[in-house]
């Protein structure tokens, strides 16, 4: 059975200048760390996400973090990938948004691109990198899966959420209480992961 490094409680980075998954980790990690650092705050670069899967996208930035300021640093990479675009955006999700992120651009393109298509299955992924400055890392995946609508619903959350559903629901992530999207999420999915390898 592989051993993971378990993390004490004290300041960690998240390695992300993305408001929105600061705001999502930030309240899955209230219960373990005593401070939260935001990547942003410290004066942190963003480096190139050069990866080819999310894990190793996510694994670039918590390094890169975690060796910046000496701190362990938490590090998510996600996307979303669509059946009828053999997983396309895929790690490119946040690139379909362009240089200014605006994500309003990327679900209006993919929703033509996919229009008059049978399949709408798609799922959201992430890969969550625990890193030390002492490059150990340790990286765990969660997956949700649902459908795409055929337009953009509901005005929470960030990215794609207004264009997806999860299984079992009628709304998008977008229409949903932020508290139920954080309990369901590929991300609380990596998250329950990781909360039961390294931090209990």
Known sequence: MKRYRKLNKGPIVIASHNPGKI???SVLLKNYSTKVIPANTIDI???EETGLTFSENAAIKALTAAEAS?????????????????????????????????????MKKLLKLIEGKGDRAAHFTCALCLAWPDRHQEIFLGNVF???TSKLIGDKGF???????????NITFAEM???????????AVAFEKLASACLR
């Open 45 to 47: 670069i963003e480096p």
């Open 146 to 148: 649902g459908t795409l």
């Open 70 to 106: 000496g701190l362990p640093a938490l590090a998510d990479d996600s996307g979303l990938s669509v059946s009828a675009l053999n997983g396309k955006p895929g790690v490119r999700s946040a690139r379909w948004a362009g240089p200014e992120r605006d994500f309003t651009v990327a």
């Open 23 to 25: 705001t999502e980790i």
């Open 159 to 169: 990215g794609y959420d207004a264009i997806f559903q999860p299984e079992g629901f």
């Open 177 to 187: 209480d932020p508290a139920k999207k954080h309990s369901i999420s590929h991300r």
